[in-house]
């Protein structure tokens, strides 16, 4: 897959916190690995600042957030070259002249990006369109949370598709970029020994968890409107689920592999009144020890109202009602200032029926298959083998299946399909394992759009997840408090355990 160039890459948002943590490391990757072609990144930010002063700036916050092995003063100056900034109020028309100033007229490779607010992205959507920036080769990428409820996402999706085409629309979830949520796919589809045990006949439950050592940091002002359950679980989890459950799709293409995801969504089992209490835990993280050092309650942060009610965790109980998967349990959970950043999902299969072996532990042991996104990605097999020695005793062993991109290269010789997209840097892609943000970049600019969320998809995630936002605007509960540092509050524990089951948290890791 190629990139069409000469490209065009408008950033608006492109001083946020979101440009300079994710986006912009993730361009100087690629033109690390010399895998952007001829081409512009221009960053749209409100204020005048000169363009030395940017250059700066993001030169500061790419090297701050890459490993230095991965510095390369050569591979930053390409990437300088191709910086330019805009001071583009997005609510102001006529602001958009001194962007079409810089823009060429015939692009037939322009990607607008919107990083800021989703209530702007409507008005952006049609001061582009008054200047004439829109053509029918013009794509726009938007990031989440798209709406903070059914019927915004539903105004804001339609006034941005007034402008354009369905087909010109990348709606982002950046989890879907993650190379082990890939590798998932093809462990899935590329294997008959898993697909066969993928059911409700063979797997006991699933569980899904993305903890944060961090707490809200810079962005009280964003999260205190979102919350945990807008900002992680109506995307990255429901995506994370969707990419476990769903059947496998007729070709790797876009439609083909939405379609299987629209139908896992609209498979779940509505969660409404009373159940939501019973199976949706929400809590919010008080004053505690986070890596080793004393953290201010959500309440104390900067920038937060101290009557907040915003949850800062959720953890919850899923079911999808189709053949496959009736009577599987999916336990979701997500939460800032926990004990350890971690994403991963544990796919943990039934029992044994009757054991023969005497065993370490009492009970027989249940098979898991661990998918483990960050830290240090992989995946394991939890089995069970002979203790060495005379008799019979059974241990549990574990078989890792590790995506360490070097490794890879060892034993295949590269890590890429396609020789044409390998690069020439030392310190390369074939030595680390790709950004989220790097990949999905790539796929907009070259247009393919299978990792990224179709309308329809969006709708139905909010149309799901909106019974149980109204339900906690209409009660007075607050969310239970979690000690910072902690697994969340006990009534998460407390979600599985009355069902005999217990988070896989602390060990087996
Ligand atoms: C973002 C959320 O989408 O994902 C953040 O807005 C969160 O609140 C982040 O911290 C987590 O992403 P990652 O890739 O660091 O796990």
New binding site residues.
Partial sequence: MQIEQPFELVLFGGLGDLALRKLLPSLYLLELDHRLPEGNIIAIGRSEVEHKQVVKKIKKAVFTQINSAFQCDKSWQRLAQRLHYVAVDGQRSKDYQKLATILQNDCQNRLFYFATASFLYAEIAQNLHKSKLINRHTKVVLE?PIGHDLASAKAINSAVAEYFEECQIYRID?YLGKETVQNLMVLRFANSIFESQWNQQYIDHIQIT?S?SLGVEQRAGFYEQVGAFR??VQN?LLQLLCIVAMEPPAKMESDAVRDEKVKVIKALKPIEGSDIHDNVIRGQYSEGVSEGAIVPGYRDETGVDDQSDTETFVAMKVEIENWRWAGVPFYLRTGKRLAERA?EIVVQFKKIPHSIFSMQHKEPMANKLIFRL?PDEGIRLQLCEKKVGSGMQVRPMTLSLNPDAAEQKKATGSAFENNQEKPTATNSAEDRVPE?YERLLFDALASNPTLFLRDDELMHAWDWVDSILAEWKETDDSPEPYTAGSWGPAAATLLMAKDGRLWNDNNER
């Fill in positions: 989440k950046h993305i944060e900002d992680m990255h994403c960050q989220a």
